[in-house]
């Protein structure tokens, strides 16, 4: 099975723009989870959707907004981006019902520079 | 919010000794997991150990749970140069409707094998 994929792997914008990022899921997994991992803050939990629903999200403000599509494939975009939001995005995605926990498998991640 | 904590930060050990990392937490879990980052990509899940249980193995992995004082270590035996990246802990709460769970991640332990 193919893994994780996310695209692209490496972005750069300016400040005031706005970005979306994709990411792909191993076949056959619903559940699809975002993380954002900088030096000072490590890996923080975004959100994740599952069968097209979100379900959970993280403390990050309203810029920060996902979905995910029949296929279970999903995107973030991330609106009036700061410096600050410059990262590694990392999409994880596992084979879960909705009342159980399972070992995520994650993309390569998208490195995004804002300048 | 960051969670689980690793302790050391950073290791650097001969190889074919053996590592250990530890990890606290704070407050109760489903399950507590084991990831292995090389140098800014994509996790890789190592293990898995439920609440009910207290040891289990991977090939060179053992990783030991206690409950009670909400930490868990993870000892990497016989280490190789392969085995140089970032080690991080991450807890799973499970879904409480409406809350902001995922995996929390700990800020991870820097591992460097050398040669």
């Known amino acids: 099975k193919a893994g994780v994929t996310q695209t692209p792997r490496y972005l750069i914008k300016t400040r005031g723009q706005q970005v979306t990022l994709s990411c792909s899921p191993i076949s056959g997994h619903r559940s699809v989870s975002w993380y954002q991992q900088t030096p000072g803050q490590g890996l923080q939990f975004l959100f994740e959707y599952f069968s097209e629903t979100q379900r959970n999200k993280g403390n990050f403000p309203g810029r920060f907004s996902g979905r995910q599509f029949s296929n279970s494939r999903s995107e973030m975009n991330v609106s009036t981006l700061e410096l600050g939001d410059s990262a590694l995005y990392l999409c994880?995605?596992?084979?879960?019902?909705?009342?159980?926990?399972?070992?995520?498998?994650f993309g390569p991640g998208t490195r995004l520079t804002v300048t | 919010s960051q969670q689980g904590e690793e302790d050391p930060q950073a290791l650097s050990i001969q190889e074919g000794e053996n590592a250990t990392m530890n990890c606290s937490y704070k407050t109760s879990i489903n399950n507590l997991q084991w990831y292995r980052q090389n140098s800014g990509r994509g996790l890789v899940h190592l293990i898995l150990i439920r609440s009910n249980e207290r040891e289990k193995h991977s090939g060179r992995l053992r990783v030991t749970l206690d409950t009670s004082k909400k930490s868990s270590s993870l000892l990497i035996t016989a280490s190789r140069a392969a085995d140089t990246a970032s080690y991080f802990c991450?807890?799973?709460?499970?879904?409480?409707?409406?809350?902001?769970?995922?995996?929390?991640f700990g800020k991870g332990t820097h591992l460097i094998i050398q040669p």
């Open positions: 994880a995605s596992s084979l879960v019902g909705p009342d159980s926990s399972s070992k995520q498998y």
């Open positions: 991450a807890t799973d709460h499970g879904y409480s409707g409406g809350g902001a769970d995922g995996l929390t």
